[in-house]
């Protein structure tokens, strides 16, 4: 079962459960899909499911920072309904690597690109976001990518 089913069979379970927060969550999600699917010329295409994936990581990357913005205004309430509506679409997504994990990638990545030196951080980065779409945030790549390559 696709990622797009398995989104579409929770909001139904959650309409029965009638929990209000992640049917608001997973319509979100599904709002955004139909959104990618009819975006190049209104003709609806179907979405990978790495497609599907990058999608909920951009709701849930905007949740926690709108989340973050709430806090800072006061606004606990309204803060904590983001959090949790993370929380649910964060249930659709893979699990992350630790950092153990991710450097571990990492190593094997440099050793099969051939990178020596900072230099080659490019060719690392390209590799390495294709391999771990999904699995860890770029950002997090970055850091280790350079902490590894330094270390050379």
Known sequence: MGLEQQIQDGIKAAMIAKDKVKLE????????ILLAKTAAGGAAKELADSDVVKLIQKLVKQ???SADLYKQNNRQDLADNELAEAKHMEGFLPKQLSAEELEAELKKIIAAVGA??????????GTATKQL???????AIVQAVKKLLSQL
């Not at 779409?133 to 950002?139: L, N, P, V």
Request: charged share 30%.
């Open 25 to 32: 969550a997973l319509r979100a999600v599904k709002s955004e």
């Open 63 to 65: 949740h926690y920072e």
């Open 116 to 125: 020596t030196k900072i230099s080659d951080l490019g060719k690392v980065m």
């Open 133 to 139: 779409a999904g699995k860890a945030e770029g950002s």
